[in-house]
């Protein structure tokens, strides 16, 4: 009976994690303990992946790095200036085109932007470069040679980072806008040429006054899955 509850209060306690986890845009901007990084990242190494090959480098930008980095990527942005690893042009049809507006919509309203004003949008779009003033941010890399299988155990990794990081009471928010100045993420790093940036992430105390942060999106669970039995 006690492994019963046991097991109960587990399965309650993760599923509370996992329904708490938002992407937060806006943060405190007191730092989150380095032993509390360094414990969520061990927690995101524990991910699965394809014959144990860990095909990840996650860089984290705290302190007077992660200032120069939230400078230069805006600075670049800015200007025009976009080289990333990966190209960013395709394009969302049908019902996944319909829940991309759907939450972009939801987020400028939450915002209290109204849709005509295009500077203010602008302004809470420019934000992801500065991470949302999120005291840190982390740059998910890929190795040379690196393929679909791989980005996938990426993602693992990544939802593991996240899932820890809510665990403790902190908050997050994938950004792939962080994925298009990847020469200055390697840069500040001294990461190898061939790694590859696929995508970015603030983390942080979350807000608990920013009406945005209250935003929780739907999830269409029904047409999103398929169980069969026979």
Known sequence: MQNCEAGESLAASFADVVERRISSRAYLPDPVPRADIERALALACRAPSNCNTQPWLIAVASGAVRDRLAAAISDAMSAGRMKPDFPYDGRYEGVQQERQFAAAEALYRAAGIPREDKAARMAQFMRNYRFFDAPHAAFYFLPPGAGTREAADLGMCAQTFMLALTSMGYASCPQTALSFHPDLV???????????????????RPDPSAAVNSLQLPRDVGACTRIRET
């Open 186 to 204: 390697r840069a500040e790093f001294d990461i190898e040429p061939g790694w590859q940036l696929v995508f970015g992430m603030s983390f942080g």
